[in-house]
């Protein structure tokens, strides 16, 4: 069964990436894995509970988790928080983590099948 093996393979993948508390279209999937890959080379300064400098080798960007913002502007942009601020959230795995993707996606707990 073609569909019983690309479920296996995302609950494999699901594994050793993020716990999501729901499920997530399948676009944000795609999209927050690959900068997950990508931020390992960032350094990010954490300033306050919901702001951070993020440094990559050719630009700084300032994230304000809070306002859903970057100084980058994707996050206003697309509605997905950039690279910066999955580099930020995702260092310590940040409380707003989880309610940040809630709220910019759509949560139907059943969007595989
Ligand atoms: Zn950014």
């Known amino acids: 069964m073609i569909r019983g093996k690309?479920?296996?393979?995302r609950a494999t993948r699901k594994m050793t990436s993020w716990s999501w508390q729901?499920?997530?279209?399948p676009?944000?999937?795609?999209?927050i894995r690959d900068i997950t890959t990508r931020k390992e080379h960032l350094i990010?300064?954490?300033s306050t509970t919901f702001k951070?400098?993020?440094?990559?080798l050719h630009s700084r960007h300032i994230v304000d988790i809070e306002s859903r913002g970057c100084t980058c502007k994707v996050?206003?942009?697309i509605g997905l928080p950039c690279i910066h601020a999955i580099a930020f959230i995702g260092m310590k795995e940040h409380p707003l983590w989880h309610t940040t993707f809630?709220?910019?996606?759509?949560c139907t707990g059943n969007s595989y099948i």
């Open 102 to 106: 809630m709220n910019t996606s759509t």
């Open 75 to 77: 996050w206003q942009l």
């Open 44 to 46: 990010v300064r954490q």
């Open 27 to 31: 676009y944000a999937e795609e999209y």
């Open 6 to 9: 690309l479920m296996e393979q």
């Open 22 to 25: 729901c499920e997530i279209v």
């Open 52 to 56: 951070a400098e993020v440094e990559s």
